[in-house]
C-alpha cells in the first residue's frame, strides 16, 4: 500500500493520542522529525477544508438552480422550518445519540445536526410541584450534518468544523429522578 494512502490518518491520529497525553509530535520524535508529519497533517486539513467547501458551494448552486424563482424557494425555505425528521427515511441511517435542529451552511435551510452524548449535567434545581423529576442539560459532539432540502451531508467533526457549524449542542429534558436501588422489599 503507497503511503499516501495510510499516512495522513495515521499521523493524525499519533498527534490525537499525543494532544490526549499533553505533548506533541516534536516532543515526541524531536524537532527536525517532526517537520514533516506535521506537514502531512497541515495540508490533510487544508484538503478536508477546501472539499468541504466545494461540497457546500456545489448544493448551494443546485438548490439556486432548482429554485430560480424567489418566491419559490422562500416558500421551501420556510417550509423546511416545519419538517419532522423522525418522518424521513435517512434519519434512521443517522450515528449518534441525539439531534438538533440547525441551518444548513448551503442552502439556509433547516437540517439536522447528529451527535453523539458527551456529558449530562443534573441541575440541582426541583419542581416544587413534581419532586420525582429532574432536569438534565445534554452535551452532543457533533457527528454528522444533513439536509433534506439540498442534501448536502458532512460526516465527522472535521467536517462538521470545516463547514462552520458547531463542534457540539445542547438539549436538555426532564426525566424522573433516581433515587437509587431497590430497598429490597419484594
Partial sequence: MAAEAWEREFWGAVLTVLEMQDESLESWLGAED????????????????????????????????????????????????????WNWPEYRQLAGDGVDKHDCPACSATGMLSGTLWNEEVSDDVDPDDPTSEWVDQTYVVEEFLCPTCTLHLFGTNEARAGELPEEFTKSEVRERDFGPEYGND
Fill in 34 to 85: 517532526s517537520k514533516a508529519p506535521a506537514k502531512i497533517i497541515e495540508q490533510a486539513e487544508e484538503a478536508l477544508e477546501w472539499a468541504v467547501k466545494d461540497r457546500i458551494a456545489r448544493c448551494k448552486e443546485d438548490f439556486e438552480q432548482r429554485y430560480q424563482d424567489r418566491n419559490k424557494r422562500s416558500q421551501v425555505l420556510e417550509k423546511s422550518k416545519e419538517f419532522q425528521f
